[in-house]
């Protein structure tokens, strides 16, 4: 058994710490919602997207339980607010950047997506904007 001096074990607890407060914050501070397609429709017309609030714990298992393998997270914070801290894997494009970068999303209009920010004004905005584009299944 390896012993380490108080000092270091204090700054790994610490850093251990702050990662998890850091999702923490972000998962319970996102505006979540969820939009989701009821029914293909035929070529040309829209489906009907409808909009309602899911709880973090339910955005939670939605990114761990595996029950959406392709499930994309996006986040449309600022890139400074992305660097400070992010959930795992959560593709940044800034909600202001998102029409012009929608192309990076590209083949990714039928998955989950779950857009997140930190107060839920962002999100709803890039959800508009992912409406427009032909998204269909995502939470914000």
């Known amino acids: 058994m390896t012993f380490?001096?108080?000092?270091?074990k204090l700054k790994?607890?610490?850093t251990k710490l702050?990662?998890?407060?850091?999702?923490?914050?972000?998962?319970?501070?996102?505006g979540i919602g969820l939009f989701l397609s009821q029914m293909q429709e035929p070529e040309g017309q829209s489906a009907d997207i409808t909009f309602?609030?899911?709880?973090?714990?339910?955005a939670y298992d939605t990114i761990t339980n595996g029950s959406f393998p392709n499930l994309v997270v996006l986040d449309v914070r600022t890139q400074s607010e992305y660097y400070m801290s992010h959930l795992y894997n959560a593709i940044l494009i800034p909600h202001d950047e998102l029409e012009?970068?929608?192309?990076?999303?590209?083949?990714l209009e039928n998955n989950e997506i779950i857009v997140y920010c930190g107060s839920g004004?962002?999100?709803e905005i890039a959800s508009e904007?992912?409406?427009?584009?032909?998204?269909?299944?995502f939470t914000t």
């Open 4 to 8: 380490l001096p108080r000092d270091q």
């Open 12 to 14: 790994r607890l610490r």
């Open 18 to 30: 702050i990662a998890i407060l850091a999702v923490l914050i972000i998962v319970a501070s996102v």
């Open 52 to 58: 309602h609030n899911i709880t973090v714990d339910t």
């Open 100 to 107: 012009t970068r929608i192309g990076e999303l590209e083949g």
């Open 121 to 123: 004004y962002r999100s």
């Open 129 to 137: 904007v992912l409406v427009e584009y032909n998204f269909k299944k």
